[in-house]
């Protein structure tokens, strides 16, 4: 059975740092593309960040230069490594399968970018 | 970027009755367009990808047409657990350009 858990989200303050990981089982994480999309309270969703099977990244212009998005292909782990946070970055971060469209998606981590 | 819109932003429908939810992308996805529906506190679920084809246990109720601009995901018959908000995703320029629509939400009548 195909499962991506989150972990990682919390309260932290503008300019902080803070990273994300997503535990897959089922699947390959270094053998499939991987994406971050977030969704902010009340928002519709956002395409953050894809690591390609090959792993070769792309950023949404929102995050370039302050979100890196990698993987442990031993522990089949999915990370978002978030720098230099905005208020606006406050969302539910979910990892996804990507396949083109997203086949699975994890349960989510709230991130809350406040002083 | 491709702007995806979807209407109406709220559609209120009875159960049993049929929904019908649009998306427009603001220039040609050819068939690359998938559904997502979203349950509060839950993360989307695939419903449709390839414009048509219903993902591994999607319910036939749920149906999904169009190309190019114009999209329609069609419930049949609406059942309790259907209602929800629903975004069209175009994947036309992918990777990595992907964009969702904004949602609608179905709700009771």
């Known amino acids: 059975e195909v499962q991506l858990v989150e972990t990682g989200g919390g309260l932290i303050q503008p300019g902080g740092s803070l990273r994300l990981s997503c535990a897959a089982s089922g699947f390959s994480v270094s053998g499939n593309y991987m994406s971050w999309v977030r969704q902010a309270p009340g928002k519709g969703l956002e395409w953050v960040s894809l690591?390609?099977?090959?792993?070769?990244?792309n950023y949404a212009d929102s995050v370039k230069g302050r979100f890196t998005i990698s993987r442990d292909n031993s522990k089949n782990t999915l990370y978002l490594q978030m720098n230099s946070l905005r208020a606006e970055d406050t969302a539910v971060y979910y990892c996804?399968?990507?396949?083109?469209?997203?086949?699975?998606w994890g349960q989510g981590t709230l991130v809350a970018v406040s002083s | 970027e491709i702007v995806m819109t979807q209407s109406p932003a709220t559609l209120s429908v009875s159960p049993g009755e049929r929904a019908t939810l649009s998306c427009r992308a603001s220039?040609?996805?050819?068939?690359?367009l998938a559904w997502y529906q979203q349950k509060p506190g839950q993360a989307p679920r695939l419903l449709i990808y390839?414009?048509?084809t219903r993902a591994t246990g999607v319910p036939a109720r749920f149906s999904g047409s169009g190309s190019g601009t114009e999209f329609t995901l069609t419930i049949s018959s609406l059942q309790s657990e259907d209602f929800a908000v629903y975004y069209c995703?175009?994947?036309?320029?992918?990777?990595?350009?992907?964009?969702f629509g904004q949602g609608t939400k179905l709700e009771i009548k």
């Open positions: 220039q040609s996805v050819s068939s690359n």
């Open positions: 996804a399968r990507a396949a083109y469209y997203f086949d699975f």
């Open positions: 995703q175009q994947y036309n320029n992918w990777p990595p350009g992907v964009t």
């Open positions: 390839g414009a048509s």
């Open positions: 690591i390609y099977s090959g792993g070769s990244t």
